[in-house]
Every structure is written in structure tokens, then in C-alpha cells.
T-cell receptor
Framework: AQKVTQAQTEISVVEKEDVTLDCVYE???????LFWYKQPPSGELVFLIR??????QNEISGRYSWNFQKSTSSFNFTITASQVVDSAVYFC????????????FGSGTQLTVLP | DSGVTQTPKHLITATGQRVTLRCSPR?????VYWYQQSLDQGLQFLIH???????AKGNILERFSAQQFPDLHSELNLSSLELGDSALYFC?????FGTGAEYGYTFGSGTRLTVV
């Protein structure tokens, strides 16, 4: 069965520090999708990125970057020069191949950026 | 605004009662998913509807049921409520199968249910 592990429950950094959020997944499928979502204190889930299993290219979007490594089943998320507004819970999620369409979420990482 | 509308935003009710949560998907999306976020269970998938038909069930209790109507909005019915049902309930939508938009999940802002 599929599984997503976010071992870091809480991380606290000082503003302008870089921070990496870890995500390890388990799946038997060769075709799958990985996602990151942000949940700020207001509670909504904000989509950040989607990556399919055939695209191992790392991606950078402004201060955000993602490192996808199939060899270690990891899809880590780095925030460069963190800001207070980055404080939120971040979720990694997996959509396996086949007919199932739902997402399996990790338990989330609470990131607190201190001024 | 994500385009997915959930009502109400907050709901407080007593144990044993029944409530209905409503979700309007993003325009053009055929799939609706319901998730429950609780402190002890995290984000759990409940049920998926596609164009009016149930497609998958997750950890949904028998006291809970859902449906998707011809206009594609969906309702999640929770009955015989217990204290442990207190949670944030999210609805998400995505595009039609084979359109390339089926893996673009957009979440609503959630309904916070408090059972007292």
C-alpha cells in the first residue's frame, strides 16, 4: 500500500535561513504523482507543485525548490531565505497509478519562521 | 479564491445530530473528493465522486454518506455525530479523466465542524 512519511513534525528557523522539508514515499507503481501543499494558519490547502514519476528534473520557483530522487523515494522541498510568511504546515502527498485518483498525504511538517 | 466553494465555513452541533456539508467544484471539474483533517488522524481520504458516480471510498464511516448531484455539486452527510467527528472537512475537485487536468487537485477552504 502507498505511504508518505514526513519525519519532521516541527521545524523552527530564523528568518533568512534556508530550510529543507523531507518527504519519503512508498509505492509499488512505476507511474505516480507527487505533490506539495501548504496550509497556512488560516487553514486552506494551497497547491505548490506536482511532479510525475517520469520527470526527475528538479524544479525551482522563486525561493522554493524541489529535489525528486527516485533512487531514495524522496521528494524534498527547500525554502531559501525563509520569511515569516512561510510559517505554515506543509504536506507532501502521493497519487498512485491505476484507477485510483485520491491523494495519500503525509502527516505534515509545521514550519515556524521566527523574525 | 481557489474556485472550490465549501459551505458552511464553521459548524457547531451537538452529539447525535446530523449535518450536511456542501461543496461546489471548480467550473469544469467533474471529480469531487472529500477529506477529513483531524489532529490524531491527519488528512484522510473519505470518498471520491466522478460525474455523479461514486468512484472510490476511503476511511469513511458508515454514519457518513455523500452524493454528487447533476450540477456536480456534492454534499457530505454526517449523522449520529460523536465528539471524535470534530475536524476540518475539505472538498477538492479535479478535471475529467484523460483531459490532463485530472491530477490538478484544487481544495476548498474547508468546513470546520465542532461537535459538543
Amino acid at each position: 500500500a502507498q505511504k508518505v512519511t514526513q519525519a519532521q513534525t516541527e521545524i523552527s528557523v530564523v528568518e533568512k535561513e534556508d530550510v529543507t522539508l523531507d518527504c519519503v514515499y512508498e509505492t509499488r507503481d512505476t507511474t505516480y504523482y507527487l505533490f506539495w501543499y501548504k496550509q497556512p494558519p488560516s487553514g486552506e490547502l494551497v497547491f505548490l507543485i506536482r511532479r510525475n514519476s517520469f520527470d526527475e528534473q528538479n524544479e525551482i520557483s522563486g525561493r522554493y525548490s524541489w529535489n525528486f530522487q527516485k533512487s531514495t523515494s524522496s521528494f524534498n522541498f527547500t525554502i531559501t531565505a525563509s520569511q515569516v510568511v512561510d510559517s505554515a504546515v506543509y504536506f507532501c502527498a502521493l497519487k498512485e497509478g491505476g484507477s485510483a485518483r485520491q491523494l495519500t498525504f503525509g502527516s505534515g511538517t509545521q514550519l515556524t519562521v521566527l523574525p | 479564491d481557489s474556485g472550490v466553494t465549501q459551505t458552511p465555513k464553521h459548524l457547531i452541533t451537538a452529539t447525535g445530530q446530523r449535518v450536511t456539508l456542501r461543496c461546489s467544484p471548480r467550473s469544469g471539474d467533474l471529480s469531487v473528493y472529500w477529506y477529513q483533517q483531524s489532529l490524531d488522524q491527519g488528512l484522510q481520504f473519505l470518498i471520491h465522486y466522478y460525474n455523479g458516480e461514486e468512484r472510490a471510498k476511503g476511511n469513511i464511516l458508515e454514519r457518513f454518506s455523500a452524493q454528487q448531484f447533476p450540477d456536480l455539486h456534492s454534499e457530505l452527510n454526517l449523522s449520529s455525530l460523536e465528539l471524535g467527528d470534530s475536524a476540518l472537512y475539505f472538498c477538492a475537485s479535479s478535471g475529467g479523466f484523460g483531459t490532463g487536468a485530472e491530477y490538478g487537485y484544487t481544495f476548498g477552504s474547508g468546513t470546520r465542524l465542532t461537535v459538543v
